[in-house]
């Protein structure tokens, strides 16, 4: 989201007022920097053994599509040498047939792939990717393992078929087999066996329909899973829905029912089928669930209410609220999105870094999509002000305020969140 693009005809005046030429000069300046950082750091022809969205690599705007590229295919590289059977083999590999997610599993990485080689022009890669989307992961949401959190489970299939149903309304016209295959080493193996995979498919077997349907089907899947869970924890009076992961009622964005439901949100067809439970389940996470000191509960089991970040606590309940009162146009929505962003302003500056999912970038995206509901000022100062604690992580942690993250250069735990955030803003 670029808040820009997204405000011009609205609100120039109260966003041009803060984001100011000089600004944007310096956010442009502070993107150029971190993005040469990053590349420095993990060039994309270094071998990185993490690939996927979460802890791998980093991809740009359409101006960076090249970069992208570069890290798309270093990172199909490293995600196929380690499921060598996956680009393949009509099943998936058991000890990831059950994982779907789009943060954690190879489903993010080729929805990613899909959309980056869609645009620069490569469809034999980008249509074998949403094959791959379509067959192999469509059936590792339905088997009984399966969970239904964002990371790991049928949300993130959810997402990932949203974020590239585009794409797969316009497969037809755009799939053709490449005259004269003959790309080098690593992807020259790959494109040789998706060519002969593409080789046999009817196209109609990528149509809108077909899509909408396993669409419908995983947001069946995630309902009946939530509902069964409730009954089956003596829940159902609280909540008609609630969802476990590693046998914890999560409540969060990452892992948690703040998280699915605001994927579930993003299907309106759906969502008027179930309004009643999913409404039901909204207002028990979002009224419920919070704690004396103003916080979200991370899980319903423990009840700790002492994190504020994507994946815990109040982040993830203002995106939830935030989505909610899209959809149902409901004051005492937008009014819990104000008093979680509140919180968030108010405990958010974590000691973390910078990355998305535990870190000031994830937390700050809290301020924008509330500026860009109710366009007040605040929210954008607000934002301005989680900025300089990004554009300043490295004298914070030179200092010892921002800890070092595991993989400190990732989207989702280190810069490469940052550099997110910096481009959404400017
Ligand atoms: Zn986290």
Do not use: M
């Given at each position: 989201m670029s808040v820009q693009s997204e405000l011009d005809d609205r609100v120039p005046e109260v966003y041009n007022k803060i984001i100011t030429a000089e600004y944007k000069a310096l956010l442009q300046k502070a993107l150029l920097r971190e993005c040469t950082r990053i590349l420095q750091e993990i060039p994309p022809e270094r071998e990185y053994p993490y690939w996927d969205v979460y802890v791998g690599f980093m991809i740009g705007p359409k101006t960076a599509l090249k970069i992208a590229e570069e890290y798309i295919d270093s990172a199909l590289a490293s995600c196929h040498a380690t499921h060598p059977s996956l680009p393949i083999d009509p099943s998936l590999p058991a000890h990831i047939e059950n994982k779907c997610g789009?943060?954690?599993?190879?489903v993010g990485l080729y929805a990613i792939v899909a959309h980056v080689k869609h645009h620069v022009g490569d469809y034999e890669t980008s249509n074998h990717s949403l094959h791959l989307l379509q067959t192999h992961f469509a059936r590792s949401?339905?088997?009984?393992?399966?969970?239904?959190?964002?990371l790991y489970g049928r949300a993130g299939l959810l997402y990932a078929l949203k974020y590239t149903a585009p794409l797969f309304s316009s497969f037809s016209d755009n799939f053709k087999l490449p005259s004269n295959p003959v790309p080098s080493a690593e992807s020259s193996h790959h494109s040789h066996r998706i060519l002969r995979n593409n080789d046999k498919?009817?196209?109609?077997?990528?149509?809108s329909d077909k899509i909408n349907q396993i669409i419908s089907s995983i947001f069946d899947a995630i309902i009946e899973n939530g509902s069964r869970t409730a009954s089956d924890s003596g829940l159902s009076a609280k909540t008609p829905l609630i969802w476990k992961w590693h046998e914890t009622f999560y409540l969060g964005a990452a892992h948690g029912a703040a998280g699915i439901l605001t994927v579930l949100l993003s299907f309106p067809d759906k969502v008027c089928e179930y309004r009643d439970i999913i409404k039901r389940a909204i207002d028990f996470v979002l009224f419920e669930t919070r704690g004396e000191n103003g916080n979200w509960m991370s899980s319903l089991d423990r009840g700790k209410t002492d994190l504020v970040q994507f994946c815990h606590g109040a982040p993830g309940i203002a995106f939830l609220a935030c989505r909610a009162y899209e959809v149902f146009k409901e004051a005492r929505y937008l009014e819990i999105a104000a008093e979680a962003a509140m919180f968030v302003h108010d405990y958010?500056?974590?000691?973390?870094?910078?990355?998305?999912?535990?870190g000031v970038s994830g937390n700050a995206y809290v301020f924008l999509i509330l500026f860009k509901i109710t366009n007040e000022r605040k929210y954008l100062e607000w934002t301005v002000e989680f900025m300089d604690a990004c554009l300043q992580w490295e004298q914070l942690t030179k200092e010892g305020q921002f800890r070092v993250p595991?993989?400190?250069?990732?989207?989702w735990e280190g810069l490469g969140g940052a550099v997110w955030y910096v481009f959404s803003v400017w």
């Open positions: 789009f943060l954690r599993t190879a949401a339905f088997t009984p393992r399966t969970q239904s959190e964002l498919r009817p196209t109609t077997e990528y149509s958010g500056i974590l000691r973390k870094g910078v990355g998305l999912c535990h595991d993989r400190p250069w990732s989207v």
